[in-house]
């Protein structure tokens, strides 16, 4: 009896899961089939129906020849721009905050937990509080309406976060490792690249996920300060799917937001297990 309530339970739950996966999986279905659909069939057909020629027309003018405002050159060089943002501020970043981290673990100095909490307020703090002090910031140094501009943009956001996960997992690690590394006369530094970044790989690959999904799927920062030859994939999006024409293709638009879905859903898909794997060995302890 009691091995068939436990059964019925676990299939109850299955079936939940199912559920919740099919109804969170619809949208990213539907986008996928309409993008691979011409505008006769969507007009013919229904949103969930599967093309019945597939063909990725949409997406080749998406990627090269859609309209985004009065530019027709499609979303490839606000992907470019992308990544050329992405990529040094999810590393820059990411090393601050292990640098961070680690400093507030094992250099206990008066006010350090002052720091912490102030730092942490920034994991809080509305984004759109600081729009206004970081144009003027920007615009001191040069960097206003420039790639360059949008990565120091990203990199002081994500300070408290990545400061955060580093900290909670290191505060987390044996304290011996750290003992026996000194009493053998490790310096600092050294204790930190040949002892705690070796052991940093969960909590690394769970920051870097979360770090490249927020810079990449952001719109606020890059349409607030970015220039005409700085925009970010999001921005191009918006500009596309807001671009008026004579006859509105939906299959462009789909296949515009899954070019720009594309990086995160490929970092999730080979990397998903192992954010799993970070956050349950100490991202959100403490």
Not at 77 to 105: C, D, E, W
Not at 108 to 117: D, H, K, N, P, V
Not at 139 to 148: D, K, R, T, V, Y
Not at 224 to 251: H, Q, R, W
Request: glycine share 8%; aromatic share 12%.
């Amino acid at each position: 009896m009691t091995r068939h309530r436990f059964s019925l339970q676990r299939l109850l739950l299955l079936a939940l899961l199912l559920a919740f996966a099919v109804f969170f999986l619809t949208p990213l279905y539907v986008m996928l089939c309409a993008s691979l659909k011409d505008m006769d069939e969507i007009r013919n057909s229904s949103l969930v129906s599967l093309p019945v020629k597939p063909g990725f027309a949409a997406w080749s003018k998406a990627w090269s020849s859609a309209c985004t405002g009065t530019d027709c050159g499609g979303l490839q060089p606000f992907f470019i721009n992308s990544v050329l943002m992405v990529v040094p501020a999810v590393a820059i970043s990411t090393a601050i905050g292990a640098v961070n981290g680690y400093v507030l673990t094992q250099w206990r100095f008066r006010g350090s937990e002052l720091m912490f909490a102030l730092m942490l307020f920034g994991v809080f703090m509305p984004m759109q509080v600081v729009l206004l002090p970081m144009s003027q910031v920007l615009g001191w140094f040069g960097l206003a309406s420039s790639i360059w501009g949008l990565i120091v943009v990203h990199v002081i956001a994500g300070i408290p976060s990545t400061t955060l996960f580093f900290r909670n997992y290191y505060a987390g690690l044996p304290n011996e490792l750290v003992k026996a590394a000194t009493l053998d006369g490790a310096s600092f530094w050294q204790i930190f690249t040949r002892i705690m970044l070796p052991l940093s790989a969960p909590i690394l690959v769970v920051t870097l996920i979360w770090q490249f999904t927020n810079v990449w799927n952001d719109f606020l920062y890059g349409v607030v300060f970015s220039g005409a030859d700085s925009k970010p994939i999001t921005v191009g999006l918006n500009n596309l799917a807001n671009t008026s024409s004579s006859v509105k293709e939906y299959n462009v638009d789909m296949a515009a937001a899954m070019i720009a879905a594309l990086p995160t859903l490929i970092v999730y898909a080979l990397a998903g297990k192992y954010f799993v794997r970070g956050l349950t060995a100490g991202a959100v302890k403490g």
